[in-house]
C-alpha cells in the first residue's frame, strides 16, 4: 500500500509539473488530459474501497479524496482551465503524505475485526437518509466507539419512530391496550397501554416499551426483539459512566444487528 500510494503522489506531482509548463491557458493537449482521467480512476480502482479499512480513514478524508480525484476526472474533457487542473492537485498533493502515506507507514489502524466492520458499516443503508447514522459511522470509523454506538441507536430508534408514523399511531395505541388487557401469554406482564398522536409524543415513550409494542404489532419476533434489547443495554452502557469495555467486536455485533433487523427489515422500510 505504501508503494502504491508513494507513486500516487509521484504521479500527480509529474502532472503537476506538466500542467505548470505549459504556456496557455485551457489545456487542449490529450496527453495530459488522459493522465488526469488515469490518475482519477486509479484512486477509485485501487485505493477508495480498500483504504479505509486498511487506514482507519475517515469518511470525511475519504470523501475529500475522491471528490479530488472524481474533479481530475470531469476536467479531462477538452480545454478546461490549467488553473482548474493546478487547483485540484494542489489541494490533493499537499496534504498527501501526512494523511495517506504516514498512515500507511505507520500500519494504519487495520486489524481483522475493522476490515470487518468496515464491510458492515459499507454495507448500512446511505447514511445521507439520516443524520444520526452517519455521525455514527464517522465516529466508528474514527475509534470513538461508545458515541458511535449512542449515535447507532439514536438511528435505529428513528427508523422505527418513522415506520410507525407510517403505519398509524392508533394501531400503535390499540395493541398497546391490547397487551395490557392480556392475562396471561408473552404480554402478560406488559402494562404501559399508549396514547400517542405525533411524532413529538412517541419520542417521550421509553425506548424499552416501543420494543414491546412492536413485537405486539407483529414487525419484529421476540428473537429480534431480545436483540434490538441487547443492543439498547449496550446504548446505556455507552452513553453512561462505567467499566464495561466496549470493543470492536462490540460495534461489530450492534451494527451487525441493527442493519439486518432494523435497516434491512422490509418491516421497516419508509
Partial sequence: MVEKLKRLLADLKALRKDLKAEKVTQIAK???????????SRWFSDFSSTIPQELGLSTDVL???????????????????????????????????????????????????????????????????????????????????RASV??????????????????????????????????????????????VNSLSELREVFDTVSLWIIEGMGMIDSNQHTRLRSCFDLRCHCGHPGEAPVTEYNLMSFYSDINQIIFRNPMFKI
Fill in 30 to 40: 490529450k496527453h495530459l488530459r488522459t493522465s488526469a482521467e488515469d490518475l482519477g
Fill in 63 to 145: 470523501g475529500k479524496y475522491s471528490d479530488g480525484f472524481g474533479r481530475l476526472i470531469a476536467l479531462s474533457s477538452p480545454n478546461n482551465l490549467k488553473k482548474s487542473y493546478v487547483e485540484v492537485l494542489d489541494a490533493l498533493i499537499k496534504p498527501f503524505r501526512d494523511e495517506l502515506i504516514l498512515p500507511a507507514q505507520k500500519g494504519g489502524s487495520s486489524s481483522a475485526s475493522l476490515a470487518l466492520l468496515h464491510n458492515i458499516l459499507k454495507d448500512l443503508p446511505d447514511p445521507e437518509e439520516n443524520e444520526y447514522l452517519k455521525e455514527g459511522i464517522s465516529c466508528a470509523q474514527r475509534g470513538f466507539l
Fill in 150 to 195: 449512542v449515535l447507532g441507536w439514536c438511528a435505529a430508534i428513528d427508523r422505527i419512530h418513522r415506520r410507525i408514523e407510517d403505519v398509524g399511531f392508533t394501531k400503535f395505541n390499540v395493541t398497546s391496550v391490547q397487551m395490557a388487557g392480556q392475562q396471561k401469554g408473552r404480554f402478560k406482564r406488559f402494562s404501559s397501554p399508549q396514547n
